[in-house]
T-cell receptor, first 115, second 112 residues
């Protein structure tokens, strides 16, 4: 299922480097999200966007920034990477509306390692 | 604070055993409820969802979940698990059509 794609899939970088993770979707959804997954902690929301002009902080936004370049694109940046940002990062999209059940569709993930 | 609790962090079962994974949430408004599964090395996939109607919902691969509003619960069940069900399972809540909140996940290991 290539409706939500993420690049890169794997990245190893050094402390202090700037990193950008990209997400693209072909589902036509307005809502996009960035999560990080750490063992035993589940998924934690970093940022979310309900449309192109809407950006909101999630529960763990410190050290991250985002850009919603278009309806289909939502990028996550680490301005100065640190080792505790080593994690699996997921992008997700969703529609709006009770009738659709507004489930989220996830990308394949980006495994980021900060040395 | 709004939260989603999954009580079992790691469950080990033999094939053909029955499964029940607990999920409780702490929102009082309109909720849509979800169970996602993550197979090893893969992304999250939707197992089932509840947004209205019959509180007993059926999903893929023989899974079902029951929404009990009075208990703020949405437990996942399967009568007979298979080795291929080995995965991590996440409960999620969408409150008032806003953000999604995820539980910490339950790792299920099914022994053949």
């Amino acid at each position: 299922d290539a409706d939500v794609t993420q690049t890169p899939r794997n990245r190893i970088t050094k402390t202090g480097k700037r990193i950008m993770l990209e997400c693209s979707q072909t589902k036509g959804h307005d809502r996009m999200y960035w999560y990080r997954q750490d063992p035993g902690l589940g998924l934690r929301l970093i940022y979310y966007s309900f449309d192109v002009k809407d950006i909101n902080k999630g529960e763990i936004s410190d050290g991250y920034s985002v850009s919603r370049q278009a309806q289909a694109k939502f990028s996550l940046s680490l301005e100065s990477a640190i080792p505790n940002q080593t994690a699996l990062y997921f992008c997700a999209t969703s529609d709006f509306g009770q009738g659709a059940g507004n489930e989220q569709f996830f990308g394949p993930g980006t495994r980021l390692t900060v040395l | 604070a709004q939260s989603v609790s999954q009580h079992n962090h790691h469950v080990i079962l033999s094939e053909a055993a029955s499964l029940e994974l607990g999920c409780n949430y702490s929102y009082g408004g309109t909720v849509n409820l979800f169970w996602y599964v993550q197979y090893p090395g893969q992304h999250l996939q939707l197992l089932l969802k509840y947004f209205s109607g019959d509180p007993l919902v059926k999903g893929i691969k023989g899974f079902e979940a029951e929404f009990i509003k009075s208990k703020f619960s949405f437990n996942l069940r399967k009568p007979s698990v298979q080795w291929s069900d080995t995965a991590e399972y996440f409960c999620a809540v969408n409150a008032n059509f806003n953000k999604f909140y995820f539980g910490s996940g339950t790792k299920l290991n099914v022994k053949p």
